[in-house]
């Protein structure tokens, strides 16, 4: 049995409070009365009142919502796809250059990204929006549903879905009734990841935006650019909770699943 | 036949707003800035034919990458972004590595915990987590208030507006992406060999250096990239901590673009970005490759 020695027990401690304090001073102040952070005036709500009364921030949030609910789910569907692509379509002429090109925008810098398909937009005559913002999101993000995906199809048991075929299935009904489910979990963290990336985006969003939409954190970015703001503080918290409810009921709803298989396998193993 | 298009339609996709994209910043950089819309020249005039490429393509010249390297704002910013982002690489990596080293050494039934702990933040807005770093550096901020109130300084501390707020703004947005692999390798290490170490007499602290070190190599060199490479073209970091003498290339070419209106010029300063990134990112890839074939 491991225990914690001191001097791990102090790194993790002091490192955790490194990643945490920032957000949790964050939602302190959402709560303080007073416009300026040094002091402290009491409890008090009235800032989410304040955002939840702002038309723009809830527009922007529902501008931002759209998108990455659009760009989430074209990226996931292309990314499963290029991820089959990768790992079972076997050799075919330009396959290097296609998986350069999966690889390529996840180190690309945002700015070149949002620049070259900014340059894309305007070449072709397509009008700045919510379309193109759709577009560039879907872009980038079905890289990383590709790399995602395909992590989980190259350690798949393939005689599964020969068998399959063996047994009369059609191609599409041996990945339909076969393959998705076993790949579902990364399926759904490719596309959980590509709509976080989506929500997150602001540099991307700038360039391929017009001012027909604007998203949330194009909005939140302009705000806090030249200072501090309560408003952005509320609106912090808030997105912080979600995320963090979303994040802990994810983990134990994969808890529970795992603990009902290994229940089942028992139940199973006894008959 | 089937086959055929399951290829096309994620390869056509990413010729199209991946490649094709790309080229256009290539071949805008190759352009003359101009007062017109969109504003530079040459157009390309296909209605001319051959005669209208060919006068397309005479007009395309180096004259943006010559100045960059004439102006040396631009090559001022290069460098320091190189540098920002080393500084900041090393800062991580000295950070990262206890916490990494402590998650793997802490108890078995921790360590779901500690890592779902490590991966939270990063679900959390990257923009908001670099706000945060505002309201807590400001001259009135939170650091400043608690140090003048306790007595420890007199003085508000200038930090936001500085270089050191773009390193603990680096620092703690990519510092997961240190610990992950770090700890990756470290898990997997195998316990009996400190042992052995320290049973033929080594200290903990050499069998530290001459073991755990290089066991956890990989994750080290992993780590060190995935957390530079981001950070060289990083813009919202520079943006918002930074002063206006912090030099980062990804501001230069935001302000280029939207504020100069030099579009021109905006895509040779990425074209460079691109081709000083290719280096890391090939060693990156090679050692990963490397590692992949080890593995198997």
Same mark, same amino acid.
């Given at each position: 049995?491991?225990?914690?020695?001191?001097?791990?027990?102090?790194?993790?401690?002091?490192?955790?409070?490194?990643?945490?304090?920032?957000?949790?001073?964050?939602?302190?102040?959402?709560?303080?009365?007073?416009?300026?952070?040094?002091?402290?005036?009491?409890?008090?709500?009235?800032?989410?009142?304040?955002?939840?009364?702002?038309?723009?921030?809830?527009?922007?949030?529902?501008?931002?919502?759209?998108?990455?609910?659009?760009?989430?789910?074209?990226?996931?569907?292309?990314?499963?796809?290029? =991820?089959?692509?990768?790992?079972?379509?076997?050799?075919?002429?330009?396959?290097?250059?296609?998986?350069?090109?999966?690889?390529?925008?996840?180190?690309? #810098?945002?700015?070149?990204?949002?620049?070259?398909?900014?340059?894309?937009?305007?070449?072709?005559?397509?009008?700045?929006?919510?379309?193109?913002?759709?577009?560039?999101? $879907? $872009?980038?993000?079905?890289?990383?549903?590709?790399?995602?995906?395909?992590?989980?199809?190259?350690?798949?048991?393939?005689?599964?879905?020969? =068998?399959?075929?063996?047994?009369?299935?059609?191609?599409?009904?041996?990945?339909?009734?076969?393959?998705?489910?076993?790949?579902? #979990? =990364?399926?759904?963290?490719?596309?959980?990841?590509?709509?976080?990336?989506?929500?997150?985006?602001?540099?991307?969003?700038?360039?391929? $935006?017009?001012?027909?939409?604007?998203?949330?954190?194009?909005?939140?970015?302009?705000?806090?650019?030249?200072?501090?703001?309560?408003?952005?503080?509320?609106?912090?918290?808030?997105?912080?909770?979600?995320?963090?409810?979303?994040?802990?009921?994810?983990?134990?709803?994969?808890?529970?699943?795992?603990?009902?298989?290994?229940?089942?396998?028992?139940? =199973?193993?006894?008959? | 036949?089937?086959?055929?298009?399951?290829?096309?339609?994620?390869?056509?996709?990413?010729?199209?707003?991946?490649?094709? *994209?790309?080229?256009?910043?290539?071949?805008?950089?190759?352009?003359?800035?101009?007062?017109?819309?969109?504003?530079?020249? *040459?157009?390309?005039?296909?209605?001319?034919?051959?005669?209208?490429?060919?006068?397309?393509?005479?007009?395309?010249?180096?004259?943006?990458?010559?100045?960059?390297?004439?102006?040396? !704002?631009?090559?001022?910013?290069?460098?320091?972004?190189?540098?920002?982002?080393?500084?900041?690489?090393?800062?991580?990596?000295?950070?990262?590595?206890?916490?990494?080293?402590?998650?793997?050494?802490?108890?078995?039934?921790?360590? *779901?915990?500690?890592?779902?702990?490590?991966?939270?933040?990063?679900?959390?807005?990257?923009?908001?987590?670099?706000?945060?770093?505002?309201?807590?550096?400001?001259?009135?901020?939170? !650091?400043?208030?608690?140090?003048?109130?306790?007595?420890?300084?007199?003085?508000?501390?200038?930090?936001?507006?500085?270089?050191?707020?773009?390193?603990?703004?680096?620092?703690?947005?990519?510092?997961?992406?240190?610990?992950?692999?770090?700890?990756?390798?470290?898990?997997?290490?195998?316990?009996?060999?400190?042992?052995?170490?320290?049973?033929?007499?080594?200290?903990?602290?050499?069998?530290?250096?001459?073991?755990?070190?290089?066991?956890?190599?990989?994750?080290?060199?992993?780590?060190?990239?995935?957390?530079?490479?981001?950070?060289?073209?990083?813009?919202?970091?520079?943006?918002?901590?930074?002063?206006?003498?912090?030099?980062?290339?990804?501001?230069?070419?935001?302000?280029?673009?939207?504020?100069?209106?030099?579009?021109?010029?905006?895509?040779?300063?990425?074209?460079?970005?691109?081709?000083?990134?290719?280096? *890391?990112?090939?060693?990156?890839?090679?050692?990963?490759?490397?590692?992949?074939?080890?593995?198997?």
């Amino acid at each position: 049995m491991r225990r914690f020695s001191w001097f791990n027990a102090t790194a993790l401690s002091l490192g955790f409070a490194f990643l945490y304090l920032p957000m949790i001073v964050l939602i302190v102040y959402s709560f303080n009365e007073s416009r300026l952070v040094t002091v402290w005036a009491g409890f008090s709500t009235k800032w989410y009142g304040e955002l939840l009364r702002n038309q723009e921030y809830l527009d922007a949030a529902w501008v931002t919502l759209k998108v990455a609910l659009m760009s989430s789910t074209i990226a996931t569907v292309l990314g499963t796809l290029a =991820a089959y692509v990768l790992v079972r379509a076997g050799r075919f002429s330009g396959r290097t250059l296609f998986s350069g090109m999966i690889y390529a925008p996840l180190v690309m #810098p945002e700015v070149i990204t949002g620049l070259s398909l900014l340059l894309l937009f305007i070449g072709i005559g397509l009008d700045r929006g919510v379309l193109t913002i759709v577009l560039a999101h $879907t $872009t980038f993000a079905m890289c990383y549903v590709s790399v995602v995906v395909s992590s989980r199809l190259a350690t798949f048991d393939r005689s599964l879905e020969e =068998a399959a075929l063996d047994l009369g299935a059609t191609p599409f009904d041996s990945f339909r009734l076969v393959t998705l489910p076993i790949i579902a #979990p =990364a399926v759904i963290s490719g596309w959980l990841l590509a709509f976080t990336l989506s929500l997150d985006d602001l540099v991307i969003a700038s360039f391929t $935006t017009g001012p027909s939409a604007t998203t949330l954190p194009i909005k939140i970015f302009s705000a806090v650019r030249l200072g501090v703001s309560p408003e952005i503080n509320a609106l912090s918290t808030i997105m912080i909770g979600l995320v963090t409810i979303g994040v802990i009921s994810a983990s134990l709803a994969t808890k529970r699943a795992a603990v009902a298989r290994a229940r089942d396998e028992q139940a =199973a193993a006894r008959t | 036949m089937r086959r055929f298009t399951l290829i096309a339609i994620p390869y056509l996709w990413l010729l199209a707003l991946f490649l094709v *994209p790309f080229l256009i910043v290539v071949k805008i950089s190759l352009s003359d800035v101009a007062i017109a819309r969109p504003p530079y020249m *040459p157009q390309l005039d296909l209605s001319e034919g051959w005669a209208g490429l060919k006068a397309f393509f005479s007009e395309l010249d180096f004259e943006n990458f010559a100045f960059l390297t004439t102006d040396e !704002l631009y090559w001022k910013s290069y460098l320091s972004s190189l540098r920002i982002a080393l500084i900041s690489t090393l800062l991580a990596l000295v950070i990262g590595y206890p916490i990494a080293y402590g998650m793997a050494r802490a108890p078995d039934e921790w360590r *779901p915990t500690l890592l779902m702990l490590v991966i939270l933040p990063f679900w959390t807005s990257f923009l908001i987590r670099v706000y945060a770093w505002k309201v807590i550096l400001a001259g009135d901020g939170v !650091l400043n208030s608690v140090l003048v109130a306790t007595g420890i300084i007199s003085e508000p501390l200038q930090i936001l507006n500085t270089n050191t707020a773009v390193f603990i703004g680096i620092v703690y947005t990519y510092l997961p992406f240190m610990i992950l692999p770090i700890y990756s390798a470290l898990e997997k290490m195998d316990d009996s060999l400190l042992e052995a170490a320290e049973d033929l007499g080594a200290s903990r602290l050499s069998a530290f250096w001459m073991i755990t070190i290089p066991l956890s190599k990989g994750g080290i060199i992993a780590g060190c990239f995935l957390v530079f490479i981001p950070s060289v073209g990083e813009f919202v970091i520079p943006e918002l901590l930074g002063g206006s003498g912090t030099l980062m290339i990804g501001r230069v070419l935001w302000q280029e673009f939207f504020n100069n209106l030099d579009w021109p010029l905006a895509s040779a300063v990425a074209v460079v970005l691109l081709a000083i990134l290719v280096i *890391p990112i090939m060693i990156f890839q090679r050692s990963e490759d490397r590692a992949r074939e080890r593995g198997e």
